[in-house]
């Protein structure tokens, strides 16, 4: 019952911050600089006063701001987030169109992080001083300060035309198209090199993250206590000590997920992937609000989405919390 207390709580607080967020956004895209019936103008080659005139009423942009505003809250309300200038469609069409390539990156991203990065702190914080410790802290130090572009830019350089072995652009073959567990596979391979690029940031920021936290783990009283029990070093390793230093990493993994969005627009844009990060890269170009202002609306629940399960899995995997929550 707490726990659902709990969760109810957070749910509100999300309700409320999704409001302020889309009144936000609205606010800032509309007061920035740009004339999407200009942008459209250009688009059809130049257009009369008239026509000028037309677009704008057609979309509402001759009412007041806060008129606008209204309208828009009024329509989101009921699940509608307009039409598309550009693309010259149903914005959650759109959205469904792009969002299940987005989250493939986005996850499959961030389980290589996570599983790689805690990986390679487990292994470096067993020899603080030995060899392998001081090579992964150099290897996390380089992918850190690395930006998401230059590596994608690297990696897209050398799987394209150094070594041919992966693709490089979209996410499937569009000239071959397959069905079935070949079109998955398609997919798979399509992924690898968005993925990694994506991953390599985190992989980093994880690696230090669990090293850090191992290392200050492995001298607690409790592991000295297992270990002189008999317990075999994986027990000892894998149970008690990595199941206390994965706290932080899950509190920081929560925090990341923005950050991992934004990352994935430079890394949509480098490979062609077609997700919501290209989407709001055309959507910047092209002055299209309705679109930018729902991808921003669906990333800040994904992001609200991410922080609520990481509370909820941060109760399950540290029974402390559960305890003072009574």
Known sequence: MTLLTHLFGKLANAAALLLAVLVLNFCLIHLAPGDPVQVIAGEMGGASAEVIAELRAKYGLDDSLLQQLFTYLGKVAHGDFGYSYYFNQPVLSLIGQRLPASLYLALSSLLTAVVIGTLLGVVSARRPNGLLSHVVTVLSLTGYAAPIFWTGLMLLLLFGSVWPVLPVSGMADVVNPKTG??????????????????????????????????????????????????????????????????????????????????????????????????????????????????????????????????????????????????
């Open 181 to 326: 567990f070949a079109y998955v596979l398609d997919v798979a391979t399509h992924l690898v090199l968005p993925s990694l690029t994506l991953a390599l940031v985190f992989i980093a920021q994880y690696s230090r993250l669990a090293r850090v936290n191992m290392i200050d783990v492995l001298s607690a009283d409790y592991v000295r206590t297992a270990r002189a029990k008999g317990l075999p070093e994986r027990v000892v390793i894998f149970k008690h000590a990595l199941r206390n230093a994965l706290i932080p990493i899950v509190t920081v993994v929560g925090l990341q997920f923005g950050n991992l969005f934004a990352g994935a627009v430079l890394v949509e844009t480098v490979f062609s992937w077609p997700g919501m990060g290209r989407l709001v890269f055309d959507s910047i170009l092209r002055r299209d609000y309705p679109t930018l202002m729902a991808v921003l609306f669906f990333s800040a629940v994904m992001v609200i989405a991410a922080n609520i399960i990481t509370d909820l899995v941060y109760r399950l995997v540290d029974p402390r919390i559960r305890a003072g929550a009574r």
